[in-house]
């Protein structure tokens, strides 16, 4: 069963989303977390949309993880504050930017309002009393996978 809050972690194919995987050293590319059961938050290209969880993942080999301990975390904030983005713009270069920072270990320092997929989870998490990624100043889809606060939905 799926429950808002949770996490999706997509693989697509294509040479930026190998890229991805290959330079964050995970399996996966994309990420999104569920309003609801049957929907998810993602930043895409197109922008920070709300899409069918089916459509999400059409044709895609995916993931889906929950927190292990959610005592800390408010759902209704970190889902509020991804929904409040919802229609914002996708800065497609910021991903070459992310991957830069991460390859080179540099800080993220612009104030662009642009999101990736998995700085919008993160910053919802945030917002929700979770920080995922404790020693970075940017995440990847990466970041969720390997970290200890989640684990594979059963």
Known sequence: MIFAGDIVLVRNRGLIAWLIRVITKSPYDHIGIFSSPSEVIE???KGVLKSDFADCIRDRSFVVYRLKN?????????IAFAESFVGDEYDFFQIFKILFKFLFKRKRNDNNRAWTCSELVAEAYREGGIKVNKNLDYATPGTFWRSELFAKAE
């Open 43 to 45: 930043a895409k290209p």
């Open 70 to 78: 959610e005592k800390k975390f408010s759902v209704n904030k970190a």
